[in-house]
């Protein structure tokens, strides 16, 4: 068989095989082998090395897709002098996505505006370039939707979807009261992905102590969802004024003090 015909034959094999980038790349890569005197393994895993790109972009490209992420932004545009609290060795342990491998759950506390939320993003972004599936959601998004499927007879197809993904991102823990009902169908989020080994990022302005707002005043239920959270947790407190507001009087829209107190 010719030379030309086994190269016919190599672009049918993988065209056949769905690489189209790795048959895109082989005239190239087959001219670059014979003019650099390259090995048969050289010129494989060059050819294999594009088709592998393309698909890892592809996979996170369709992740975040269907991540629902509010926006974007990642853990370099975090502003970390601003906010001295937060252990800059311990968020860039966490980039490392080892937490992922060992179920470990994030809690970030702290008052509104002082950057929880950028860094759930920050490291929900790091996680689906990993190749991970991840979901972003409020609580009381999430149980608004979970109850109007509970009363479509849809429930067990929307916790599959929330128990799923590799990462749970639930963002403002607390801010806005859940009815009964409501903090019933977080625990079991919160238990069926304990279950899986699936991690949760949490973000919360409330204290543990101030969990039983969270879950309608049962303090059963907080105390039994606080366990499966922190029992493999990195609890990380935010503190500092909110970027928000130091914006704000950056502009010279908003005072420094109190009104009335001190110029």
Do not use: C
Not at 104 to 109: E, G
Not at 121 to 142: C, H, K, P, W
Not at 146 to 152: D, R
Not at 158 to 185: F, K, W
């Amino acid at each position: 068989m010719s030379a030309i015909a086994y190269e016919d034959r190599a672009a049918g094999g993988l065209e056949q095989l769905g690489l189209t980038i790795a048959r895109e790349h082989l005239d190239t890569a087959s001219q670059l082998a014979a003019a650099q005197g390259w090995s048969y393994s050289h010129f494989l895993g060059y050819l294999l090395d594009g088709e592998l790109a393309f698909r890892r972009e592809k996979t996170i490209r369709v992740s975040l897709q269907f991540a629902n992420l509010p926006y974007r932004k990642k853990l370099e545009d975090f502003d970390f002098a601003q906010q001295p609290s937060i252990d800059r060795r311990l968020i860039d342990e966490l980039a490392t996505g080892r937490f992922l491998a060992e179920g470990r759950n994030i809690i970030l506390q702290g008052p509104p505006g002082v950057g929880k939320t950028h860094l759930a993003i920050s490291l929900g972004i790091i996680t689906a370039e990993l190749g991970y599936r991840i979901y972003f959601t409020s609580v009381i998004d999430m149980a608004r939707r979970m109850a109007k499927a509970m009363n479509e007879g849809k429930l067990a197809r929307e916790m599959n979807n929330l128990v799923r993904p590799t990462l749970l991102i639930l963002d403002e823990v607390g801010y806005l009261a859940l009815d009964p009902v409501q903090a019933s169908l977080l625990f079991q989020v919160i238990a069926n992905r304990y279950d899986k080994g699936h991690p949760i990022i949490v973000t919360s302005n409330k204290a543990f102590s101030d969990w039983g707002d969270v879950f309608a005043g049962d303090a059963v239920m907080a105390s039994a969802a606080l366990d499966r959270l922190l029992h493999r947790s990195t609890v990380i407190n935010v503190r500092g004024d909110s970027f928000r507001l130091k914006e704000k009087r950056q502009a010279g829209l908003a005072s420094s003090h109190p009104k009335g107190g001190p110029s």
